[in-house]
């Protein structure tokens, strides 16, 4: 069983910054992937930032403002977010992509969340 958990969030003003913090846990082959997704109220989830192989991409909306580092011996994903605007008010989410065998397909695990609220 493998067990994602982000914490981190709370409220911020405009301007201000924020860590995001990603931990997995259990047992697995490899992970794949750890990546940042976020949704806002009557929004649908988008992604923000992945890391897969030392790949990262970026949402453009993000681009610039915040950084996604990973520490491979911890299991951890980092989500750092500077200059926060109202617009990046949402639930953010951790998904992590296991493989379970050498020879299995990625399976996709996600947290509960951690809310971040931008607001003055």
């Known amino acids: 069983h493998v067990h994602v958990v982000e914490s981190g969030g709370g409220l911020v003003q405009p301007g201000g910054s924020l860590r995001l913090t990603c931990a997995a846990s259990?047992?697995?082959?490899?992970?794949?992937?750890m990546d940042w997704y976020r949704q806002a109220p009557g929004k649908q989830r988008e992604m923000v930032a992945a890391?897969?192989?030392?790949?990262?991409n970026y949402a453009d909306s993000v681009k610039g403002r915040f950084t996604i580092s990973r520490d491979y011996a911890k299991n951890t994903v980092y989500l750092q977010m500077n200059s926060l605007k109202p617009e990046d008010t949402a639930r953010y989410y951790c998904?992590?992509?296991?493989?379970?065998?050498?020879?299995?397909?990625?399976?996709?695990?996600w947290g509960q969340g951690t809310q971040v609220t931008v607001s003055s």
């Open positions: 998904k992590t992509g296991i493989r379970n065998t050498e020879w299995s397909a990625v399976v996709d695990y």
């Open positions: 259990g047992s697995w082959f490899s992970i794949f992937d």
């Open positions: 890391y897969s192989d030392d790949r990262i």
